[in-house]
């Protein structure tokens, strides 16, 4: 049985850092998607970094670019959100997913993922960001 368990998170100041780690189990060796998702209330989730573990392939939504790193550690099957230069806008509960496919679903650079793209039955248990003015 697949499991995503989530560490990190907080409240930090505008302009500080936070890291997010998703451990994974329970699954075969293969084609592995994972990606982080954001929510606020009122608001679905909305995937904001992918990494695609067959090339490493990474990508962001343009409000975290630059700020945001999405990377893993295969060794350790976790994946990692290193948050840095966080806005209150950043403010939301953070979830991981994982995909195991072929396909790693890309965030468009104007956009946001949405999780119906996404289409993952696996999800971490989510951490809530605060970010404060």
């Known amino acids: 049985q697949v499991e995503l368990v989530m560490s990190g998170g907080g409240s930090v100041q505008a302009g500080g850092s936070l890291r997010l780690s998703c451990a994974a189990s329970?699954?075969?060796?293969?084609?592995?998607?994972m990606a982080w998702f954001r929510q606020v209330p009122g608001k679905g989730r909305e995937g904001i970094a992918t990494?695609?573990?067959?090339?490493?392939?990474?990508t962001y939504a343009g409000s975290v670019k630059g700020r945001f790193t999405i990377s893993r550690d295969s060794g350790k099957d976790t994946t990692y959100l290193q948050m840095n230069n966080l806005k209150p806008e950043d403010t939301g509960k953070y979830y991981c997913?994982?995909?195991?496919?072929?396909?790693?679903?890309?965030?468009?650079?104007?956009?946001?993922?949405?999780?119906?793209?996404?289409?993952?039955?696996?999800w971490g248990q989510g951490t809530q960001v605060t970010v404060s003015s």
């Open positions: 990494i695609y573990n067959t090339n490493n392939r990474v």
């Open positions: 329970g699954f075969a060796k293969s084609s592995l998607c």
């Open positions: 997913s994982a995909r195991f496919s072929s396909i790693c679903p890309v965030v468009p650079g104007d956009g946001v993922l949405e999780e119906t793209d996404f289409s993952s039955h696996y």
